[in-house]
């Protein structure tokens, strides 16, 4: 895990958090505490990335008609497929990556390229 | 072979033998050659795990699983004939009981149909419908319905297209305008005091095609990375995007959940991922590796999903038609600077046919403000044999120029956009009017002509224009209606200052036929 690098003021007090994604080894597979909010961001590093459709659960993360660069939602229990559709400013030569963030705590998920605008996590509430 | 398949083939890059390898898949391709390089991704990732992960590069899973990297020409060719939706299926458009009102076309994307009342430097006015469309349509409708993919790495055998081809493409356009007001047709008037019901002979008029136009662009610089565009990129791409977004989630995710959701698939992974480990940096080992394991996982997951090829062929239509999307965004926002050649070929009504060549500047000043500078020439196509001594083929020379401002803060292309122009045209020889008593020409009345006169002339020297146009764009609407004021101070015909009101409509089909394409599938 890192710290987060994306500024904000220093002198501001985050609580004490940590992020709650593990990956199972050998799989691609995470874990996580179920009940538990998560925060999912994307990062640029060729053009722009942004989050045009989520679906966890059987619902929709995203509203209609937007693309955001962070979302939340809760782990249900048991295990989840959480779908993302990314949108690159740069096409297939977009590049990012996916983190997940929990106050000052953050960490790399997986790097991101416009040649795969579907991502799929699958996420075991436990 | 039809005109069409001819021009697609064209288009498409040279065929290469034998099949591609599915290693050559992008993300295949990244991962294999940050192994044998040795980059090592940030924890909890590693790339082993990571190249075995349909969860992470569905498409070229999809990819092996559709065996699309295996599809040499004549599957390509038999692709293309399943696809075709041009095939008349009841009757002929012009025949009885027809429900076609116009016979299907191929460029559906990029055809547009734009209806205007009134003319500027001319005297006769008119009622001009344009079909314009440009020479990436058939590609990009072959696209959306898979016939042949979209370019994004080397496995496709050479049949693809590529988002650059494309571009290419669009800027080779052309357009044919049609002239309403020349489908009347002229009958023949009863005797005086007639008042029996009596036959009269009905004759078709010339065709109504009134102008031909070809375009090309032969510099256009576009900024897809400036603050202003990745702003106005933003600010749209969430609603541009949402249909073939959507479509995506569902097709890619149809075909995820099938293979990911199979009961062996994370023992496929943990059994797979550790040989993959065991090949360490050597490329070769590698690459057998993911075969072997590609190969594992089509057999566990096929004899559970018998139509797995399926859903990864519907997903690959959908990843073509979301990059289609993605990519015409992109130019459609992006600010370019753009030099353009135009040729216009006119066939006005009771004037000789002419011939236009001008020179199109195309420059962005901010992205809500734009400069457009024209400067051209217009010859006669052939003089006629009566006409006065003064008269040469070179008809005149012109140059305009237009400041767009649009009045919504994303760009130019928003809701509403303000227009002032001034065109200049110096008329070298004069304008040519034919008499004909059966075809008249509409708005023109000529007194006190001789009995014998077939052709009438105006004067020549310069005429100069202004115009004030405001081009209204509905909110969610594909509709655009340019209302605009032009004072010129004479006409080609006539003398005399001018004042004229022009009000346009126009409509782009693009949206119906998307709507129309997504109810389909």
């Not at chain 1, 229990?77 to 297939?92: G, M, W």
């Not at chain 2, 590069?57 to 040499?72: N, T, V």
């Not at chain 2, 057999?299 to 990059?323: C, G, H, K, M, T």
Request: one cysteine or more.
């Amino acid at each position: 895990m890192s710290s987060a690098s994306d500024g904000g003021d220093p002198r501001v007090t985050y609580p004490a958090m940590s992020c709650s994604l593990k990956a199972v080894p050998d799989s691609s597979l995470f874990e996580g505490p179920k009940g538990q909010e998560i925060t999912l961001v994307v990062k640029d590093h060729i053009g722009t990335v942004l989050i045009a459709k989520a679906e966890y659960g059987g619902g929709s993360l995203v509203p209609v008609g937007q693309a955001v660069s962070r979302l939340t939602f809760t782990l249900a229990p048991d295990r989840n497929t959480l779908k993302l559709v990314l949108v690159f400013s740069a096409s297939t030569g977009g590049r990012g990556e996916l983190r997940e963030e929990a106050g000052s705590d953050s960490q790399f998920l997986r790097d991101l390229a416009g040649d795969e605008p579907f991502q799929a996590l699958r996420i075991m509430g436990t | 072979m039809r005109p069409r398949m001819l021009l697609m083939l064209l288009v498409l890059a040279a065929p290469s033998p034998g099949y591609a390898q599915i290693e050559e898949c992008g993300f295949f391709k990244r991962t294999i050659d940050d192994i044998v390089a040795g980059r090592i991704p940030p924890p909890p990732d590693d790339n082993a795990t990571r190249l075995l992960s349909v969860e992470r590069g569905a498409r070229c899973f999809a990819i092996y699983a559709a065996g699309a990297e295996r599809i040499l020409f004549r599957d390509f060719v038999k692709r293309f004939e399943a696809s075709r939706t041009d095939k008349q299926s009841g009757a002929a458009a012009s025949g009885a009981g027809s429900t076609s009102v116009a016979s299907q076309g191929p460029a559906a994307k990029v055809l547009s149909v734009a209806a205007e009342y009134g003319a500027l430097a001319q005297s006769v006015d008119g009622q001009v419908v344009t079909i314009r469309g440009n020479l990436a349509g058939i590609p990009s409708v072959l696209l959306r319905q898979n016939v042949f993919p979209y370019c994004v790495d080397n496995l496709t055998n050479g049949y693809c297209a590529s988002g650059s081809l494309l571009g290419l493409l669009r800027r080779a356009s052309f357009s044919v305008s049609f002239d309403a007001t020349r489908g009347s047709q002229l009958t023949a008037t009863p005797a005086d005091g007639a008042t029996t019901t009596e036959p009269v002979a009905f004759r078709a008029k010339r065709d109504q095609i009134s102008a031909v136009a070809a375009r090309i662009e032969l510099w256009n610089q576009r900024d897809t990375t400036s603050k202003s565009f990745l702003d106005a990129w933003r600010s749209t791409v969430g609603a541009a995007m949402d249909l073939t977004a959507e479509d995506l989630l569902l097709r890619a995710g149809t075909f995820t959940d099938s293979v990911i959701n199979a009961p062996d698939y994370d023992a496929w992974q943990m059994r797979h991922v550790p040989r993959v480990r065991a090949a360490g940096q050597n490329r070769d080992a590698i690459v057998s590796a993911l075969r072997d394991a590609l190969r594992d996982l089509l057999a566990i997951v096929d004899a559970r999903v018998p139509d797995l090829a399926s859903q990864a062929e519907a997903a690959l239509v959908s990843y073509n038609a979301f990059f289609l999307a993605q990519d015409e965004l992109i130019d459609a926002i992006a600010m370019k600077r753009v030099f353009a050649l135009e040729y216009v070929g006119n066939r006005p009504i009771g004037q000789p046919n002419t011939s236009n060549v001008r020179l199109i500047v195309d420059w962005p000043l901010t992205p809500r403000t734009k400069l457009v500078g024209n400067g051209g020439a217009t010859i006669y196509d052939t003089l006629p044999a009566d006409a006065p001594a003064g008269a040469r083929r070179y008809r005149d020379a012109q140059v305009a120029l237009q400041l767009d401002h649009g009045l919504d803060k994303a760009s130019i292309l928003g809701p509403a956009v303000f227009s002032l122009a001034v065109y200049f045209q110096h008329q070298h020889s004069p304008a040519l009017l034919q008499v004909d008593p059966l075809n008249p020409i509409p708005g023109v009345s000529f007194v006190g002509l001789s009995a014998g006169a077939k052709t009438v002339f105006a004067q020549k020297g310069s005429l100069g224009l202004f115009q004030a146009k405001l081009t209204l764009a509905p909110v969610g609407s594909n509709v655009k209606v340019p209302v605009s004021f032009t004072y010129s101070n004479r006409t080609e015909l006539i003398d005399k200052p001018t004042w004229r009101g022009q009000v346009g409509f126009a409509y782009d089909f693009d949206s119906l036929f998307a709507l129309a394409d997504r109810a389909v599938r």
